[in-house]
């Protein structure tokens, strides 16, 4: 299994960014996809996550600003982050069952 993240950058306080997880070698709509979080210094925390049926799941300080959606058409999840803060620096990670991308860097900063 592989994922492949990607859609990050440097972002403006206020500013979105679009998180793209495309996940190969697996059968992709039967399983949760989960976004996770790191920053420097900290552990990596749960952000989203979303189950093969659709239910979504946010933690409390991305709730209202971040959305997680999945095609399963193309093995993708995405993450639409909306209203970022410098607190949402970090790099975002996708998690598939057991499995991990490599990341990609959110920078909000003015």
């Known amino acids: 299994v592989q994922l492949v993240e990607s859609g990050g950058g440097l972002v403006q306080p206020g500013g979105s960014l679009n998180l793209s997880c495309v996940v190969s070698g697996s059968i992709f709509s039967l399983a949760t996809v989960a976004w996770y979080r790191q920053a420097p210094g900290k552990s990596r925390d749960l952000v989203a996550q979303i189950v093969a049926g659709g239910s979504t799941y946010y933690v409390d300080f991305v709730k209202g600003r971040f959305t997680i959606s999945r095609d399963n058409a193309k093995n993708t999840v995405y993450l639409q982050m909306n209203n970022l803060q410098p607190e949402d620096t970090a790099v975002y990670y996708c998690?598939?069952?057991?499995?991990w991308g490599k990341g990609t860097l959110v920078t909000v900063s003015s």
């Open positions: 998690k598939y069952i057991n499995n």
